[in-house]
């Protein structure tokens, strides 16, 4: 159970103990109270908090597919599963509701890196769950101890992410699924290559950037360098290579 103290301006710090692949341990986390504004797509939504201000929730941990990229030639989708995944998230998120923000701090665009929890409900995994988003966890600069893994839900997202597998839900539904996952979408779209190596929550160790396809998809953990994946305690899968 998670055990909550007082903080400032609406915000507290909660003490979440886990097991599962990671082990077991308590690490502090950030939250901030909310209602929500509006749904934007099947990651990301906005909410006011308690002065009115507008803030942008990057919901982490979990990758929709798009629904209106913007690039040089104009703003383009993955649809329908990236329209598929916004209804999905309105369904859970509907204006006016109080929620709870666990704040991971601003991303370059802006963003509040966050996860959205509304009574008791975590949005992202439930998105995880419905198989409208795949997992996307990213290792902070410097690497990301089991503490920080935690702190992000990995084990609960990696689950349900593999639940929705298993049941070919939503973008892993067998009749339409999602053949390109949003980020090779992002890359392409961009005219941008992989750069960042990619890591086994399953099996802790990582390949390179261009061979994450190695990586199966609700296993996947990304590194900005593979100095972090080091750090992290994951070992390379091509030594041979």
């Excluded at 797509?41 to 798009?66: C, F, P, W, Y």
């Excluded at 419905?130 to 990696?158: N, T």
């Excluded at 339409?176 to 949003?182: D, Q, S």
């Excluded at 190596?197 to 990304?222: A, H, W």
């Amino acid at each position: 159970m998670a055990k909550r103290e007082s903080g400032l301006a609406g915000v507290v710090a909660v003490a979440v103990m886990w097991g599962s692949i990671f082990g077991t341990a308590e690490a502090a986390i950030k939250i901030r109270h909310a209602t929500v504004d509006r749904v934007v797509d099947g990651d990301t939504v906005h909410v006011r908090d308690s002065k009115n201000q507008l803030i942008k929730i990057r919901m982490m941990g979990i990758d929709s597919a798009e629904s209106h990229l913007p690039t040089d030639h104009g703003v383009v989708g993955q649809n329908p599963w990236g329209e598929a995944a916004a209804q999905s998230l309105q369904s859970i998120l509907k204006k006016g509701d109080r929620v709870e923000v666990e704040d991971f701090g601003v991303d370059k665009y802006g963003r509040t890196l966050g996860y959205v929890v509304l009574n008791g409900l975590n949005a992202n995994i439930e998105q995880a769950r419905r198989g409208q988003a795949i997992s996307y966890l990213i290792c902070p600069a410097g690497g990301c101890s089991r503490e920080e893994l935690q702190d992000q839900h990995a084990d609960e997202i990696v689950r349900s992410c593999h639940a929705a597998q298993v049941a070919g839900r939503g973008v892993f539904n067998p009749a339409n699924p999602l053949r390109e996952m949003p980020f090779e979408f992002r890359l392409r779209m961009q005219k941008r290559q992989p750069d960042k190596f990619v890591g086994s929550l399953m099996t802790r160790q990582y390949v390179k950037p261009e061979r994450y396809r190695n990586i199966p998809v609700c296993d996947r953990l990304f590194f900005l360098s593979e100095s972090d994946a080091k750090k992290s305690g994951f070992t390379p899968a091509f030594q041979k290579n």
